[in-house]
């Protein structure tokens, strides 16, 4: 389409010089002609002036022709450069200025597109192909009909003729474009005829509406919200124009001011309540002047004789320049409030008078422990006057050495408050102005309200302890006694029904004393073990004194134990017999603490390996876990939480989910995640460890919580994320089972004389008949008293080791070091064991390698140790082996090495991880067949580790066995000048 000069689109013409100007060859051309025609008449002008006539006219016209000719061809060669030159340079400015539109085009940051008149593209920039999806080739054979979902291709074509006929125009249009993905999307169209290539093309610049029309709608939403929380607002509130002209009212101010039904938009205020009085409207004035106008409370009189409160506030509001442009006035009743003040006031005088009247101390106090109330028993018991005790911190009525405790305590009581009812808990005192102290009972109750506070109620019970500590007395001697006995004791009366017992002894029966109490030990005990109690009672009864005796019966959960009982007969004013006294000593208590132990153990490996089986299903649902995960910037801001930890912790003020680590951990804790966990999570990727968290009731929750570290691109730690799990189970059952396990060795460790004591009697008895001291026995009396001495030394035996490993475990053993001879120690060690080798005619050897002859340690330990390995050594070996004890030095390692050798039995290997286990046989027939506790050898490990050393074992099945000792070897400060031992053999 042709165009005319004075076009204002992007490709349209300026004011064209003529055509000649611009053209080089046309410029040429009439030069050459304008140069031969001052020529020729130059030339003319000469031949007529010279009047030459014949050859001389001929020659003058030849040298004007050559002439002509040299000075054409000069000047047509430096035409000719000048236009070659023109051309090189229009052909570079040609191509500079496509690069320039060709770099316009592409880094231009909207699409662009280039059509004809049918909508077929002919050209595009990246940012096109970047919105639609598509690359450039698969938009150039496409139309744009093909990705406008609001245009048909007869609009398409009505947009190109209209835009050809309005040249000069910027059509602008909104649309919706489809991505590739079929996504659409809205856009705003600019579009433009252009002359292109000698042909009118249409360019169209499409920008995305998508933020735009986000905005505009959340605008709207804004603008719904704002409306609706006018119309809503629970008190009156209206908004008014420079001209005091209603723009907003709610729903309360209509209500209030009688504007519900009427038109009010637009209309003056002081039109539509005219008898305004003058101080509202000098109000106004002052608002409408940039002043604030406010007042808390002010007394409005009513028609109808009933006062009313209004609380009211008239600020400006400011147009976008900054100017004053209205008011706000908001107003609020706060009648109910004002009466409910003054219910208030005439509620506390009551409760002044109540609280001055009342029988005992009342107390008051603040959140930061200072008093606010004290009644006169407070003032008489205390001895301060009113405005001495009024503002003092409560802890100067707590005595001196129990005032840091009391206030950490009351802070405490502030984050976890519970109502403590009088005299609950333990004792406590108070202290006077002049220093003396009182006991008291304390009710303690939280005062709920924006500050914490509490109320006290405080009773002097000076002399009711004074009474009760006399009852006390004469009842806590026998309850304190029977109580502090460890082992099981009971009482019964005469007919052999059971009174009473400490909680020992009900612990025991694994019965309850409901269930005990009145009943005898046939109705208890079913069978012959029953009857047998029952039988021992009677016979004691008839023949009063004391009675020991020993049974297998059932503890509790009927698991078997062998059981002493010692029982003695309570004589009445009259000599004859009331009732029985016994104790019972329990010998498997260790045993069963120990099953106890081990059952636990197991249930908490369970439980663990149950959560780890969770764990392991759940970690793609992180928000469903039950453990508490969160996130955190490097700063350690939390980022996010899931619902477990916003339950347990709870939000932590606005736009955060949880807060700082500061905010959910106490400081210790916080100290420890920023101080050691993130920087060991930014070193090593991850860190465990064990710390606490703040929940949401103020409790502190312990946590085992695994921090890891997030890398970025750039190998900086992006955030972090958290894994916490509530341990707090876990924790007291370790706190029971330790418990458990000390109360176990303590009472192991503190039965020694208890135990011991009736044995060695029996033992020394015996011993005492044996030796014919009480007269001759005969063979079979005599037989059976050395199976009673036997035993008895089997038992004490037994005892002695069971002591010994409780001691040990209890912490209660010391090692007592001093000079001895290692070849003294193995040769008495040999020697105890030496009749029942030769019994069983058995080789016994010892050697020493290298070994001092005085060492520094404990000769009776270390001789118990070998003792009890050369006894199993004896016991397993079959008659015709050897025994051998083999006691070297490691000079290198300090190390004392005791080697026990055996060719007896052997172990399999499958039972060496449980041989050091106390009270454990490997095979139930070798217990039987030797005998034992399966105590030898725990002995044995706990002695060594004792003395800082261990044990190992080598054996084979058939073979023998193998058992090494190493101790540490200490050489005295001052040794004998002798150096150490030869390689020999030593007398067995």
Known sequence: MDRQDGQTGPLAPGARPPAWRRSLPLQVALGYAAIALIWSLASI?????????????????????????????????????????????????????????????????????????????????????ESLGRSRDELLAMEVVDFDAGLTRWEIEALAAESAGQPDRVHTFETRHRRADGTIFPVEVRAIPVEWDGRLRYLSLARDLTARKRAEAAIRESEERLRAFVEHAPAALAMFDA??????????????????????????????????????????????????????AELIPDASGRDRWDRWEVRPWHAEGGDVAGILIFV?????????????????????????????????????????????????????????????????????????????????????????????????????????????????????????????????????????????????FRETLLEAIPAPVFYKDAAGRYLGGNAAFFQFLGRGREETIGRTAAEIVPGELGTLHSEMDRRLLENPGRQVYEAATAGAGDEAAAVIFHKAAIP???????????????????????????????????RVEERTAELAELAGILDASTDLIATAGPDGEARWANRAMERAVGPHGPGRAIGRIADTHPP????????????????????????????????????????????????????????????????????????????????????????RTPLNAVLGLAEALMEGIYGPMNDRQAEALGDV?????????????????SRIEAGQMELLPGPASPEAIGGDSLRMVRDEARRKRLETRLTLRGVPDVLVLDGRRVRQILVNLLSNAVKFTPEGGSVSLEMSADAAGRELILSVRDTGIGIAPEHLGQLFQPFRQLDARLSRQFGGAGLGLSLVRKLAQLHGGDVEVQSEPGRGSVFTVRLPLVLPEDPEEEGPAEDRPAAP
Request: aromatic share 6%; net charge neutral; glycine share 10%.
């Open 332 to 476: 609020e009743d706060i009648t109910g409030r004002m009466r409910a003040e003054r219910a208030l006031r005439e509620s506390e005088g009551r409760f002044r008078s109540v609280v001055e009247s009342a029988p005992a101390g009342i107390l008051a106090v603040d959140g930061d422990g200072r008093i606010t109330l004290a009644n006169r028993r407070i003032l008489d018991w205390f001895g301060y006057g009113r405005d001495e005790i009024l503002g003092r911190p409560v802890e100067d009525l707590v005595p001196e050495g129990s005032r840091a405790r009391h206030e950490a305590l009351r802070r405490g009581y502030a984050s976890a408050p519970d109502r403590r009812t009088m005299g609950a808990g333990r004792p406590l005192t108070a202290a006077r102005k002049d220093g003396s102290e009182f006991p008291v009972e304390v009710g303690l109750t939280l005062v709920p309200g924006a500050e914490p506070a509490f109320l006290a109620m405080i009773v002097d019970v000076t002399e009711r302890r004074r009474a009760e500590s006399l009852i006390r007395e004469s009842l806590t």
């Open 668 to 755: 210790a804790s916080a100290a420890r995640v920023l101080e050691e966990g993130l920087p060991a999570a930014a070193r090593d990727g991850h860190w465990l460890g064990e710390t606490e968290v703040l929940g949401r009731d103020g409790r502190l929750i312990p946590v085992s919580q695994l921090i890891l570290a997030h890398r970025g691109p750039g190998g900086e730690v992006a955030y972090y994320s958290t894994i916490m799990r509530d341990i707090t189970e876990r924790k007291r059952m370790e706190a029971e089972l330790a418990r458990a396990a000390r109360l176990k060795d303590e009472f192991l460790a503190g039965m020694s004389h208890e135990l």
């Open 572 to 606: 009445g004013e009259d000599g004859r017999p009331i009732g029985i006294v016994g104790v019972i000593l329990d010998v498997t208590a260790l045993r069963r603490a120990e099953s106890a132990l081990r059952e636990l153990n197991a249930g908490l490996e369970r």
């Open 243 to 296: 001209g005091l002209r209603y723009l907003a009212a709610s729903r309360r101010w209509r209500e209030t001011y009688g504007l519900d039904g009427r038109e009010f938009l637009g209309l003056c205020h002081y039109d539509l309540l005219p008898e305004l009085p003058e101080r509202c409207r000098e109000h106004h004035r002052r608002a409408l002047a940039g002043e604030v106008v406010r007042c808390e």
């Open 45 to 129: 002008v000469v031949l007529t002036w010279s009047r030459a006539r014949g050859p001389r006219l001929s020659a003058l016209a030849a040298g004007a022709w050559i002439g002509f000719s040299a000075f054409t061809s000069a000047v047509l060669y430096a035409g000719l450069r000048e236009l070659l030159r023109r051309i090189e340079a229009s052909r570079r400015e040609l191509e500079a200025g496509e690069r320039r539109l060709r770099t316009l085009f592409d880094k231009l940051a909207d699409p662009l597109f280039l059509a004809d008149e049918r909508g077929r593209l002919l050209e595009v920039n990246p940012r096109a192909c």
């Open 789 to 805: 001495h036997r035993s008895g030394r089997h038992l004490l035996g037994l005892i002695n080791e069971i002591l010994d490993l």
